[in-house]
């Protein structure tokens, strides 16, 4: 099996100053929240929206005496999403301090991995459409706590904090500086989401800032790129500068294009880009500095003295690459080639892994096409019509398959598909049920539909003349017959027996 | 390396403790003492040992993935110099 199709590479974005071209160079860090019942190093809960400072244990607030012990299987996740993304496994990773003093943050310090990281290098393939794709690379995966929630707007002059995701285990990923423009970036996004989805190590939910990312801007001439990629020297590009915490693809791509303009346009001005921390504010559609973390910058990082170094066995990580799941990259290109599905198609029924999962389900009556082509025109069609997503269908893939296979025996046309689709999905009855319930079966008995035809004729002489005079009126003849069979019959034998009846 | 008084009230305000400006002096030289105690390691020949993280050799010691702890918001919340609602109250602070 293919690992991914076949790609181009895409062109990078070019912004025209107003002296020259530039292009963009952006790098990311993505902080996936960890999917696990309890926490990173506590065994409070995770759980989104309860009362606040109830999911929070002695040592998540950091009571004196309270010492972490880490949570197996935040580590397996970890490391399942590392080799989900083709990355080397660090037998041997560390934890360390990084200091910085802030009300949601109890310890005075997350704990996280500077040094020696859990996951190293790896990659990731982002589609920017049929045949064209950036493959990025990955440094490395860290594992850390996430800090508090400051509410801000329940008091005019105090902050409130919740401690509940206190402790949470954070993933964070950090891309090379591979991404070339603002569509990438969220492209990128997009395509690390479906990955942790389909791993099962992070739910992906934006909203809830389950998944954020922090982007690195800046901008270089054409050829600058090049150059650094022939050396890895980042003395050809230029500097950079941080915009935090953005949790939507569209905030991403303004707050790219908006901080890629500003850069260029200092630099056209003969100055020169300050490396610094951001904050896209999405309703002027700007980013300022936030000047605040700059300081806050000298985070003395030392080794945490409360943690043994954090070793596992190369058998474990075997074990987890045993249990992977089919990724996104091959379950796409195995629906090219097993149902002979468009790139396109099979790029839409694998975006998400609840609906890949239903595709197949439904394909399983044998013809990939044609469930294809329900389940995304119709289904999906509906769905949205109803602001549901494939986790609340109404209609269990199994009815959905049944639909199909009635399709391809002939036991009914697709018009009337769509009507027992319809009614299938509102009221939960099983398709074939209907069919034969409501009388929707559709007439291939030449038998009858002769008879419907012979009445036809025998009640309108006037427009049998008319027909045999203008054979393009024959029409007329099948809409009565399909009438009077409420549309069960086969209309292509409605057709031929119209015809041969007037003695066309 | 040595600690100036300048160090001093920069690793103060990081930590946010707050230190009289006559009392910074004392501090750099504290830091001084300590770092020049530590410094006497970088003595001792090390080539090939490996680093030592426990004096017995010991696994990071697990735990499974189950909730064992929380649901005491009011044990939390009690030694807090101010709380509402369920929430630690603090001087506001927005970026």
């Given amino acids: 099996m293919l690992d991914h199709l076949a790609f181009e590479t895409p062109k990078p974005t070019r912004i025209a100053g107003a002296k020259e071209d530039w292009e963009l160079v952006i790098g990311m860090e993505v902080h996936a929240q960890v999917a696990s019942n309890a926490k990173l190093f506590s065994g409070a809960s995770t759980a989104f929206g309860a009362e606040p400072n109830s999911n929070v244990a002695f040592v998540d607030a950091a009571m004196p005496g309270m010492l972490p012990v880490i949570n197996e299987f935040c580590v397996e996740q970890a490391v399942r999403t590392g080799l989900g993304l083709k990355a080397r496994i660090n037998l041997f990773s560390a934890f360390d301090r990084k200091n910085y003093f802030y009300p949601d943050l109890p310890q005075g310090y997350q704990i996280s991995q500077l040094y020696h990281p859990i996951v190293g290098e790896g990659e990731v393939i982002v589609d920017m459409g049929p045949g064209v794709a950036r493959r990025v690379r990955i440094e490395r995966i860290h594992l850390e706590q996430d800090a508090g929630k400051s509410v801000h707007d329940m008091d005019p002059n105090m902050s409130f904090v919740d401690l509940n995701r206190t402790g949470v285990a954070l993933m964070e990923i950090v891309s090379r500086p591979d991404i070339r423009g603002p569509e990438e970036a969220a492209a990128y996004v997009v395509k690390m989401r479906q990955i942790l989805r389909y791993l099962g190590t992070c739910d992906g939910n934006m909203q809830n800032g389950n998944l954020r990312a922090d982007v690195n801007v800046s901008v270089c001439r054409p050829g600058d790129y090049e150059r650094y990629q022939e050396t890895q020297d980042f003395a050809h590009l230029g500097t950079r500068c941080e915009i935090k915490n953005m949790n939507s693809m569209r905030f991403i791509q303004a707050a790219i294009d908006y901080e890629a303009r500003r850069q260029i346009a200092i630099l056209e001005d003969g100055g020169e880009v300050v490396q610094e921390t951001r904050l896209y504010d999405p309703d002027k559609n700007e980013t300022r500095s936030m000047r605040s973390k700059e300081e806050a910058h000298d985070y003395r990082y030392f080794p945490c003295p409360d943690l043994l170094p954090l070793e596992i066995e190369q058998d474990w990580v075997d074990a987890i690459e045993a249990s992977l799941p089919e990724l996104p990259d091959a379950k796409k290109a195995r629906f090219v080639t097993v149902f002979g599905l468009s790139e396109y198609d099979a790029g839409v029924l694998t975006a998400d892994v609840e609906a890949a999962h239903y595709f197949e389900k439904v394909a399983e009556v044998g013809d990939g096409k044609l469930a294809a082509n329900w389940v995304i025109n119709e289904l999906f069609g509906r769905l949205k019509k109803d602001d549901r997503d494939i986790t609340t269908c109404p209609i269990s893939p199994e009815h959905m398959g049944e639909i199909i296979a009635l399709i391809k025996s002939g036991d009914i046309s697709g018009k009337i598909a769509k009507d027992v689709f319809e009614i299938a999905y509102t009221s939960g009855r099983a398709p074939a049920e209907i069919v034969e319930t409501e009388g929707m079966k559709q007439v291939t008995d030449t038998g009858a539909i002769e008879a419907a035809v012979d009445a036809v004729i025998a009640d309108n002489p006037a427009q049998v003349e008319k027909a045999r005079a203008n054979p393009k009126l024959t029409g007329w003849f099948v809409g009565q017959v399909m009438r009077a069979t409420g549309g069960k019959a086969n209309p292509k034998a409605v057709n031929e027996i119209v015809a041969a009846k007037l003695g066309l | ?95």
Avoid: W
């Fill in chain 2, 1 to 95: 390396m040595s600690i100036d008084i300048e160090t001093a009230r920069k690793v103060a305000h990081l930590a946010r403790i707050k230190v009289e400006e006559d009392r910074l002096p004392a501090l750099a030289g504290e830091f001084n003492t300590i770092l020049g105690f530590i410094e006497q390691l970088n003595e001792v020949n090390i080539d090939g040992v490996e680093p030592m993280t426990s004096v017995t050799p010991m696994r990071l010691k697990r735990r499974v993935d189950e909730v064992t702890d929380g649901g005491y918001p009011e044990k939390i919340l009690k030694n807090a110099p101010d709380a509402r609602e369920g929430f630690f109250a603090v001087p506001k602070v927005v970026e």
